[in-house]
């Protein structure tokens, strides 16, 4: 039905830019929220950023001022372009979406693989 795939992580060093892109495929009827969560190794899964279809965004405090979150509703897309990366922003990337798909009446949660962020000099 529907899938969420990431690309754009790597490895960055200290205070550098990543840009995480991910589009959504398939029988898709409306794509309502979007964002990024993020996963570390031993820690829960968490929100990074997400953004409503109308534009609204909504950051964690520790990303506020680095990270911002865009879409593109006519593609189906969101990305994240990190900037000023630190050693706390380590981890598997995210995108997340609800969607609505064609064959289905309301809308449900779907995840991508993950993406993996590495921060290192």
């Known amino acids: 039905q529907v899938q969420l795939v990431e690309s754009g992580g790597g490895l960055v060093q200290p205070g550098g830019s990543l840009r995480l892109s991910c589009a959504a495929s398939g029988s898709i009827f409306s794509a309502y929220a979007m964002g990024w969560y993020r996963q570390a190794p031993g820690k829960q899964r968490e929100l990074v950023a997400d953004?409503?279809?109308?534009?609204?965004?909504n950051y964690a405090e520790s990303v506020k001022g680095r990270f911002t979150i865009s879409r593109d509703n006519a593609k189906n897309t969101v990305a994240l372009q990190m900037n000023s990366l630190k050693a706390e922003d380590p981890a598997v990337y995210y995108c997340a979406g609800r969607i609505r798909a064609s064959c289905d009446y309301g809308a449900r949660g779907y995840w991508g693989q993950g993406t993996q962020v590495t921060v290192s000099s």
């Open positions: 953004i409503t279809s109308g534009g609204r965004t």
